[in-house]
């Protein structure tokens, strides 16, 4: 029976003054009686508009048709056709700005929960299915390479092997998943969830080599002249962070964004028993207002800090989802919008003898903004007002300003063009000027969302796939 109301079911969460002190995920998901309900609220578009938003093009409304009919593994099987990472994309992705975006339920009221109905369909096949009932495609003879086993190159690896490619996944780390286990939060997602979409793949053949930093380990140009792959496609992401270069970036208790986080998700630093170091500080500003920036506030939050985020427009003009602004103001994190940090200042301690040069983050000197015309992203330009530096009284200071790829690769492969920005230059097939590699996600793009990184990995897959038919 349809169901015409205006406001999707909610997602059950946990308290907000319970979860801001443990690292468990913040969304509980449906029960099987919501998802259904929800899937309900779809009109079975003949246009279809949700499909066009999806990077990936997800049939949509067929997966939401078999949920309505509680057939919930014949709606995995749906998604599964065109994406090889349903549970992690049906919590990370954006679907506020792709489909449903373009939901028609949204033009009066709230468009469809795609998103949560796509995770619970994985979460329920990922708990009732058994990988060892999984046929392998029979292999075609061809070998390809993938460098990175982010959401890019997981991406990738899964469509070949489905086309009966003997797919390797060469991954720097000791743990595969890539931004998706050292950068994402577990609270937002858990990596067990991670690691059994990683499974599902290794049961369609794909074979994982950890520890591997192609451009050191090995190089590109090896892969393809003395290990006999006759594709590569490179995902090895933006892990390159960015500083503002003011005064104080070199003292204790500085942070880039990357390393917090892949001290607290990969190293699992926020636990007791952990080897990894990382800072309990009593007040933390992060600097930045993107995603990266509402999961390092959170996790600092969790370690038991008082939290600002020090972002130099508006909260309107915040790039960070709103779901996940709002997640973290329900927590307590403590926004200063309109605000742009100018110095780190701090102290040495002389008993400190092992390394004399730098002291400890004491405070930051910061500038009151206002907006004025917008610049050439279309966002209004912030500028410092006249006479308004104040201090802010912080004992650690985590810089959240994006990143940019690292140039190993590109330095150590042969015919490969580069962005002066760092960016590999590839076309719209992910081919690159060198023959026989593709590359996708943030390593040419810089950093964005997972669901584009995993649309550029399917689209470098077909083109590989038809590159390699034709040789």
Same mark, same amino acid.
């Given at each position: 029976m349809a169901n015409m109301s205006m406001k999707k079911n909610p997602m059950p969460t946990q308290a907000p003054e319970e979860r801001n002190r443990n690292f468990n995920e913040v969304a509980l998901g449906y029960t099987a009686e919501q998802a259904i309900d929800e899937a309900n609220r779809c009109l079975r578009c003949k246009n279809m508009p949700c499909v066009g938003g999806c990077p990936v093009k997800i049939h949509i409304p067929a997966f939401i048709a078999k949920v309505a009919q509680g057939d919930f593994e014949?709606?995995?099987?749906?998604?599964a056709e065109a994406s090889s990472l349903p549970a992690v994309c049906g919590r990370v992705c954006p679907q506020e700005n792709q489909c449903e975006g373009k939901c028609v339920r949204g033009i009066k009221g709230e468009p469809v929960a795609i998103g949560r109905l796509e995770r619970f369909v994985a979460d329920w096949h990922n708990t009732n299915a058994d990988l060892s009932d999984l046929v392998?495609?029979?292999?075609?003879?061809h070998r390809v390479a993938v460098v990175g086993s982010g959401p890019s190159g997981l991406t990738c690896a899964g469509e070949l092997a489905k086309r009966g490619y003997a797919v390797t996944v060469f991954e720097a780390l000791h743990l595969a998943g890539g931004v998706l286990v050292y950068g994402i939060p577990e609270f937002r997602l858990p990596k067990s969830i991670v690691q059994k979409e990683i499974d599902g793949l290794k049961a369609l053949g794909v074979v994982i080599e950890t520890n591997t930093v192609v451009g050191k380990t090995v190089s590109v140009d090896e892969l393809m002249e003395e290990y006999g792959f006759e594709a590569v496609f490179i995902a090895s992401g933006a892990g390159l962070p960015k500083f503002m270069g003011i005064p104080g970036e070199n003292l204790k208790g500085v942070y880039s964004a990357n390393e917090f986080l892949t001290r607290i998700n990969l190293m699992k630093a926020y636990q007791a028993e952990s080897d990894t170091p990382i800072q309990h500080a009593r007040r933390v500003a992060v600097v930045g207002g993107g995603n990266v920036a509402m999961d390092?506030?959170?996790?600092?939050?969790?370690?038991?800090?008082e939290v600002y985020v020090v972002y130099r427009r508006g909260m309107e003009e915040l790039p960070a989802r709103r779901e996940e602004v709002e997640h973290?103001?329900?927590?307590?994190? /403590? $926004?200063?919008?309109?605000t742009n940090p100018i110095? /780190? $200042?701090g102290y040495h301690n002389p008993d400190d003898r092992r390394d004399p040069m730098n002291g400890f983050v004491t405070g930051m000197k910061c500038v009151e903004m206002e907006l004025g015309e917008p610049d050439a992203s279309?966002?209004?330009?912030?500028t410092e007002k006249a006479n308004s530096a104040f201090t802010l009284e912080v004992d650690c200071v985590i810089m959240a300003l994006g990143t940019s790829p690292n140039p190993l690769i590109k330095s150590t492969t042969s015919g490969l063009e580069t962005a002066k920005w760092g960016g590999i230059?590839?076309?719209e097939r992910g081919?690159?000027?060198r023959e026989g590699v593709w590359a996708g996600g943030d390593a040419v793009t810089g950093a964005a969302t997972v669901i584009l990184a995993m649309g550029a990995g399917k689209t470098a897959a077909a083109a590989i796939d038809a590159y390699l038919r034709n040789k």
């Open positions: 014949g709606a995995y099987q749906v998604i392998k495609p029979t292999l075609n003879g390092a506030a959170r996790c600092a939050k969790r370690l038991g800090a973290a103001m329900e927590e307590g994190v /403590i $926004f200063k919008t309109l110095e /780190i $200042f279309g966002r209004r330009r912030p230059i590839a076309d081919l690159t000027s």
